[in-house]
């Protein structure tokens, strides 16, 4: 590929950015869920 060429800059700008993009969302979610485990109480000890 030629990438000098604005079409091809444009398209790996936009890909860029959608990759950090979904992985800015996938670690948010992954972080959801650790604090969510972290902080409930565990179904064991509410038996107690």
């Not at 444009?10 to 972290?38: D, G, P, R, T």
């Amino acid at each position: 590929m030629d990438s000098y060429n604005p079409n091809y800059q444009i398209w790996n700008n936009e890909m860029l950015n959608f990759v950090n993009s979904s992985l800015q969302h996938v670690k948010a979610y992954f972080f959801c869920l650790f604090s969510q485990n972290i902080f409930r109480p565990l179904p064991y000890v509410q038996t107690y």
